[in-house]
């Protein structure tokens, strides 16, 4: 693919920690210097293509915007509405605890005889408070518009450092918004006392009552307890494992202070399950992923204990990634916007990437002569075909419990695409189609190895499946296609001859399975909308560190772009960075290195004059000139020294040396070594 390059006052596009290997074009290691540079000025042939790359590089960087910005909307719009079912729930009850436990008008003519709190129990069944943190936040805020006092405590406010006085400070703090020298109860009463705030519930939420200090949260359930006449305080407690997590933190007599009521988030899994259908399989946003990124994704979230976070961040990594080193990825806008949208113009952008395609060095240089226009027509096509087919089959697995990210997973695999399409046969397709259309079930012996179980299991549940949930089935599907002609007219088939022989209906899979379910990286042209380097996306979230700073140290011309070092190889040169220097001669030690020998080193290497500067020192030969050519090496050598002590300062916080022992102290130990 052809590189982009970009001079040095214009900001890069998208990138990512790998993208500092790729190596810069002959015409960027031209342009390190002022003289190069208006050299090349000069030269409107020099200037042309630089102009062409550098629009290409705007063009990728204003689609991943684009693309970011609907996936992210998108996953904050699904999760939203997920919660708002809780949310209204918690609402009511809001309502109906707080006219219970308050008696107007205010104050209240006799003291309330119960003194316990109104307690809601939020069950969120997560192992991370970084996935809830959102969450709490929004249901603040939805409380808020619906007229609640709310103040959102964390764990770190129940600190044993601060004890009881942090909550109460945060309390003030969000209520009365200011800070107060010395917090007491009284003040929020006062403030609740005042025309306009007593007559609204006050709620306060705390994130996650398991990391809560225990004794400071049982004092501060106990004082809320005893201020309810004055302040109807309504709690809300996120718990993150079991209902019963409170009677394991609160002792008893804080138990009795409370009336819990139990509500349950959506699981982990069903807001994954949720964000990829809306993110992933429906493609909000044109972008893909290939099967191994996909696989990768998934057991990234499995192995952080489920956190959606971790999934958000590595998918970003991955769209940054995708625009980074794809050429083409800038076509991908061209899927989003109309044609006369802020940002992209078809005639410009089909016109680029023609040029790009012509150029190109890999098997898309053989097919310049189709259309861009069609190819992205067909790619939008031949997607929207795909989605519809693994929803309806997610539908169908839904009463099995089965996981929408493992199905993602194995619809893209296109080995198991190709063996599904197969004449063959002893192949998927053909068994596929046997089983489903036969009494006999051969589906278990021609598909005993693992690709595909997910769909397998699928197909034997619909295989299986009474005449009346079949037909539930169908109308579901028939929903779900409605957009796609090809599918949605197969299913009419199917209902109208499951109505017509009364319930004994086999389906025939055969046309669905040799087309339909054709992944993205069997379409022509899925370079431009699938990410399927999983090497990179590995690298950047979990690539070794200190190998990474090696390689920065050894190879830094490539991010500074410098045509003279890239020059010289490995040999030290006075106009390196000093740390690539120090750590380039550290090469040449072994496991010790003595201080005095590397400094000698680095002073040799640093202090080298330039060809300027020696041919006007031989030229002085004045006595006050050379007394101050004299003066200008005792500052030059102390400089030098600053210079050294600062890098072997930033190796060894970057952990690549230790520094001397109080044994070897003219010596420093080497950490790392090669790579």
């Known amino acids: 693919m052809a590189h982009s390059s970009a001079s040095a006052g214009d900001s890069p596009p998208p990138s990512s920690p790998d ?3 790729t190596q810069p074009p002959a015409s960027e290691k031209l342009t390190c210097s002022g003289k190069a540079r208006k ?3 000069l030269s409107p042939t020099k200037l042309k293509p630089e102009k062409k790359e550098w629009d290409e590089r705007c063009l990728r960087m204003e689609a991943f915007q684009l693309v970011w910005s609907g996936i992210d909307s998108t996953i904050k719009d699904v999760l939203r509405n997920m919660n708002a079912r809780v949310f209204n729930d918690i609402h009511s009850w809001v309502r109906d605890s707080f006219n219970t436990n308050t008696i107007k008008p205010f104050p209240p003519p006799s003291p309330i ?10 069950l969120t069944k997560n192992m991370e408070f970084v996935d809830d943190f959102l969450t709490f936040q929004e249901l603040g805020l939805f409380l808020k518009s619906h007229g609640c006092h709310v103040a959102n405590l964390s764990s770190f406010d129940f600190s044993p450092k601060n004890g009881i006085a942090g909550c109460l400070t945060s309390l003030l703090r969000q209520f009365l918004m200011r800070t107060f020298d010395a917090a007491d109860m009284s003040i929020l009463a006062s403030w609740y006392s005042q025309q306009g705030n007593y007559g609204s519930p006050v709620v306060v939420i705390i994130n996650d009552m398991e990391r809560c200090c225990g004794p400071v949260l049982s004092d501060f359930i106990l004082m809320l307890s005893e201020w309810i006449v004055k302040i109807p305080v309504i709690l809300i407690m996120g718990v993150a494992t079991t209902l019963d997590a409170p009677s394991n933190i609160l002792p008893s007599n804080v138990l009795k202070k409370l009336r819990p009521c ?9 807001r994954m399950d949720a964000v990829v259908e809306a993110a992933l399989v429906r493609q909000c946003s044109g972008f893909a992923v290939g099967q191994k990124v996909a696989i990768f994704l998934r057991n990234y979230f499995l192995n952080q204990d489920g956190t959606l976070t971790s999934f958000f961040r590595a998918l970003k990594i ?18 989003l916007a109309k044609e006369d949208s802020k940002g992209f113009q078809s005639e410009k952008v089909v016109k680029g990437a023609s040029e790009i395609l012509l150029h190109a060095r890999d098997q898309m240089a053989e097919q310049t002569d189709i259309p861009i226009a069609h190819c992205l027509t067909e790619l939008k096509r031949l997607q ?21 990210l493992d199905l993602f997973c194995e619809a893209l695999d296109p080995d198991f695409y190709t063996s599904l399409a197969s004449d063959n046969p002893t192949g998927i397709g053909e068994s596929l189609a046997t089983s489903l259309s036969s009494d006999r079930c051969m589906l278990e012996q021609d598909l005993s190895f693992q690709k595909g179980q997910t769909i397998c299991q699928v197909v034997r549940k619909v295989r299986d499946l009474p005449a009346a949930l079949l037909c539930q089935l169908l109308k579901s599907w028939e929903v779900l296609t409605v957009d796609v002609p090809e599918i949605h007219d197969k299913v009419k088939e199917l209902q109208a001859l499951l109505k017509f022989e009364g319930g004994s209906c086999k389906l025939d899979f055969t046309s ?11 379409i022509q042209c899925h370079e431009i909308v699938c990410f399927r380097n999983v090497e990179k996306l590995q690298s950047a979230l979990i690539g070794d560190s200190r190998k990474r700073i090696q390689v920065d140290l050894l190879e830094f011309h490539k991010i500074l772009r410098c045509s003279c070092c890239s020059r010289s190889g490995n040999i030290p040169l006075s106009s390196m960075p000093d740390t690539s220097i120090v750590y380039i001669l550290a090469q040449e030690h072994g496991d010790l290195i003595n201080l005095h020998d590397w400094f000698q080193s680095f002073k040799t290497i640093a202090s080298q004059p330039r060809r300027k500067g020696e041919c006007m020192l031989k030229q002085s030969p004045l006595p006050k000139r ?19 002590c600062r890098a072997i300062t930033e190796l060894q916080i970057t952990g690549l040396i230790r520094m001397p022992s109080k044994k070897r102290r003219d010596s420093v130990q080497r950490v790392a070594f090669g790579l």
């Open 19 to 21: 993208t500092t290997q």
């Open 39 to 41: 050299r090349l000025d």
């Open 113 to 122: 005889v119960t003194h316990q709190l109104f307690t809601a129990l939020l």
């Open 262 to 270: 139990k509500f349950t988030l959506g699981s982990p899994a069903e």
């Open 318 to 335: 991955a769209c940054v990634q995708h625009f980074s080193t794809e050429p083409l990825s800038f076509m991908l806008g061209q899927l």
């Open 384 to 404: 929207m075909v795909w989605s519809s087919i693994v929803l309806c089959l997610y539908e169908a697995g839904k009463c099995g419990k089965i996981q929408l």
């Open 512 to 522: 669905i399975s040799r087309y339909f379910m054709r992944p993205i990286e069997c």
């Open 626 to 644: 050379r007394k101050e050519v004299n003066e200008s090496e005792n500052k030059s050598e102390a400089s030098i020294q600053a210079r050294f």
